[in-house]
């Protein structure tokens, strides 16, 4: 057992021992750990033992089954996000906290493909994760209950049949109570997703929507491509134009001809200058405040490009200047602390990654949004704004 140093005044002491003595995080984190139970990790052990057959007999640790069982070895098995549960029958769905559901559709892309592997990508990597978090103190596995759904069957050609299925897959995940945790595909998904939950309430929904361009033309290459989820999204009728609020916008791929909405609309815009000049503490802050002024649940959107492109090579549309990887975190972390009812995460594209960085990058945007909705009581919610019986397309 390793001693706990407890915080001390810095007055009276040399500078150097102050430093010394300094209350760090890092204990904090190490006290916190011991309030965490270990009873899910027990029990899949246990399942692991009985699934998989008791190790060699050579082996001392005995809790090391023959055929690899949940979540060790992290190299080895068959991947669902995070090694979760595979819900194969999705009237169960409901049984869980969030849901994870892949969206692989790339038919909306007007550059690089490839996001339809962008599911495929994001699960692969996210075998090297536990369910831990050293900073935020949480511990998914045993503080909240995480599925995966699988993938939606998107029809590769077609758009608006593939938005009837995504609105389908969405509606039903949200109706039943868990939180809809969408892999993309590219972010024509972005109006589909939004319209299945919106389509269980009658409350209205904000977008947080953090991304390098606004996505809000009406169409592109006459369709409704990965450039216009946001034109769609905001014609909802409970889904107000007024609290969209687009984060990270700027640089050579924003449509001129979306100019005209946007002044109709007022959405709320912060650049990666606004960024830069306010910090990112206080621009999510700015925000949350618009996006969330006379609505009762908020949907978060996160375009990987938002981020700078030397980070996410592995994405259709890369635009230099973007966000740091610790802003992105911070900014999502502080979203999902004042509660969010569903995700998307889009753009990932598996043929242009190198290492899985991109798709290791949106693996964790993904855990950090559901590791501080843990670690702040908000997992679940949003499930008061539930009033409306979804009904399929
Ligand atoms: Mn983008």
Redo the contacts with the bound molecule.
Sequence with gaps: MLPIRTPVGLSGLTAAAALRRAPLKGWKSVEKESSIPHTAAEREAQHALKMGLPGASSITDKSIPTFSRGELPHFAGILTFMKAPYVEDITQVGKYDAAVVGAPFDGGTTYRSGARFGPQGIRKISALYSPYNFELGVDLREQMSLCDCGDIFNIPANIEKTFDQITNAVGHIAQSGAMPVVLGGD?SIGFPTVRGVAACTSKKIGIIHI???L?ISEKDHDERMHTTPFFHATNIPNVPAKNLVQVGIGGWLVDRSAFPVIRERRPTIFTIQDIQEYGPEKVMEMALDRAWDGVDAVWLSY?I?SIEAAFVPGTG?PEPGGLLPREALKMVSMAAREGICGMEIV?VSPPYDHADITSLMALRIVVEVLGSLVSCGKMGAHKHILDREFKPF
């Design positions: 972010h991304d390098r361009h996505d375009d490009d549309t753009e």
